[in-house]
């Protein structure tokens, strides 16, 4: 079983829609859940990161934690062609750091 | 500017030529790491480090070493490369011993033919 999961799409929504990315996750000792967003060809850059049960907005993202169904999920909100890329969710359950393969999103103008 | 860079950027090599990837970061980070990306497998960490002298295996670490004898600079090195180590390779810095966020290096594409 892979520490995360996410489903890689893709996903294609129009613009101003909301975009739901989800990413499930197998350590329940996991404490900190990370998203990161990386274009083609280019490296990761942080979007989010929670640590606490619940929701934790910035501008146009969000992203939730359910540790008891083990579950991080991130939306975003009035979507952008800029925000077509593929979004990685990352968890550390120790020292070290675990990434789904990644959802490729597209937002068509 | 707060940066991790590393170096060569695009390498490519043969079979058995031993090779090092630099990375140096400017933040004065504790934890710094080395993954490596392919397609439909992800990020897969190889190596991470909470601090000079103390380095440890992620989930891929056979083929590579690294070492960290100063907190700025983490080289991945390759002592015998093969082709299935053909990859795109990230060094990533964070504070607070991999508590907070990663910052990424630019990555490095290599080839081994």
């Known amino acids: 079983q892979k520490e995360v999961e996410q489903n890689s799409g893709p996903l294609s929504v129009p613009e101003g829609a909301i975009a739901s990315l989800n990413c499930t996750y197998s350590?329940?000792?996991?404490?900190?859940f990370f998203w990161y967003r990386q274009y083609s060809g280019k490296s990761p850059e942080l979007i989010m990161f929670?640590?606490?049960?619940g929701d934790k907005e910035d501008g146009r993202f969000t992203a939730q934690l359910n540790k008891a169904s083990q579950y991080v999920s991130l939306l975003i909100r009035d979507s952008q062609p800029s925000d077509s890329a593929t979004y990685l969710c990352a968890v550390n359950p120790s020292n070290q750091f675990y990434f789904g393969t990644g959802t490729s999103l597209t937002v068509i103008p | 500017e707060a940066q991790v860079t590393q170096n060569p950027r695009y390498l490519i090599t043969v079979t058995g030529k031993k090779l090092t990837v630099t990375c140096s970061q400017n933040?004065?980070?504790?934890?710094m790491s080395w993954y490596r990306q392919d397609p439909g497998l992800g990020l897969r960490q190889i190596y991470y480090?909470?601090?000079?002298?103390?380095?440890d295996k992620g989930d891929v670490p056979e083929g590579y070493k690294v070492s960290r004898k100063e907190k700025r600079n983490f080289p991945l090195i390759l002592e015998s490369p093969s082709p299935n180590q053909t990859s795109l390779y990230f060094c990533?810095?964070?504070?607070?011993?991999?508590?907070?966020?990663?910052?990424f290096g630019p990555g490095t594409r290599l080839t081994v033919t």
């Open positions: 350590d329940r000792g996991s404490q900190s």
């Open positions: 480090s909470m601090n000079v002298e103390v380095t």
């Open positions: 933040m004065n980070h504790e934890y």
């Open positions: 929670i640590y606490s049960n």
């Open positions: 990533a810095s964070s504070g607070q011993q991999g508590n907070y966020e990663q910052y």
